[in-house]
């Protein structure tokens, strides 16, 4: 084989590692959310340990239903396909059933900063907040709060979802990014491991959701008088 039919090889190999790394949001949902929540199903199942630290928003297993569906009819809006809010919903809901599974195990990880941003109508927020209160209790979910106060080691850029340690899902704007490679996973490990450091747990996480509840509480309280 000549330098050059090697050259090519290699680039068509990452070229093709590219195309699995890499989807594009509106390939994705093109026949509607239902289905790609759905294809979320097959890792799910697979995985023992889940690693979700997110930036913006609840994470879509602890999300109540009403919290959803401003996700989804934000995105549905966003990329312009298919209205199946109600149905993605619904598929949403079914893969929580993943929550209550023996062997599974849920870290979650936010900072605080993601519980006030106004994603939905404030009384929908503050019953997703009840949610993750009540999630916290569940003996296999540790969930971490980064109060506002909390010094930081590591910027928290984005989002991102650790399936064991075989993947690690990146959610844009416009694609997910699928990483698979070694070094890729020891530095999401080692991100997730600095935010999950300064994260509050148990009852002090639950003080710092409650703390968050009450400024919504008495915000709503004041504009209703």
């Not at 390939?27 to 697979?46: D, F, I, K, T, Y």
């Not at 503050?126 to 590591?154: C, F, K, M, W």
């Not at 694609?175 to 490990?189: C, K, N, S, T, V």
Request: glycine content about 4%; some cysteine.
């Amino acid at each position: 084989m000549s330098d050059h039919e090697a050259e090519l090889d290699a680039l068509l190999a990452s070229l093709h590692t590219l195309e699995l790394q890499y989807a594009e949001w509106r390939q994705v949902v093109r026949a509607g959310h239902r289905p790609a929540q759905e294809r979320l199903l097959e890792w799910e199942q697979r995985t023992r340990l889940f690693r979700i630290f997110e930036a913006t928003v609840v994470p879509g297993l602890l999300q109540t239903a009403e919290y959803a569906r401003a996700r989804f009819v934000e995105s549905v809006r966003r990329l312009k396909g298919p209205n199946d809010a109600d149905e993605a919903v619904a598929a949403r809901l079914r893969r929580q059933e993943i929550l209550y599974r023996p062997g599974k195990q849920f870290h979650i990880v936010m900072p605080e900063a993601a519980l006030r941003l106004r994603l939905c109508p404030v009384d929908v927020l503050l019953g997703q907040l009840d949610r993750l209160a009540s999630a916290s209790h569940l003996p296999n979910v540790r969930l971490g709060i980064i109060a506002a106060t909390t010094e930081y080691t590591i910027s928290p850029w984005h989002g991102f979802w650790m399936y064991d340690d075989r993947r690690v899902v990146v959610e844009t704007f416009s694609a997910a990014l699928d990483l698979r490679q070694p070094q890729e996973l020891e530095l999401y490990g080692d991100a997730f491991e600095q935010l999950a450091a300064v994260a509050s747990y148990g009852h002090a996480a639950r003080q710092v959701i409650g703390r968050v509840m009450s400024d919504l509480a008495a915000e709503t309280d004041t504009a209703s008088t």
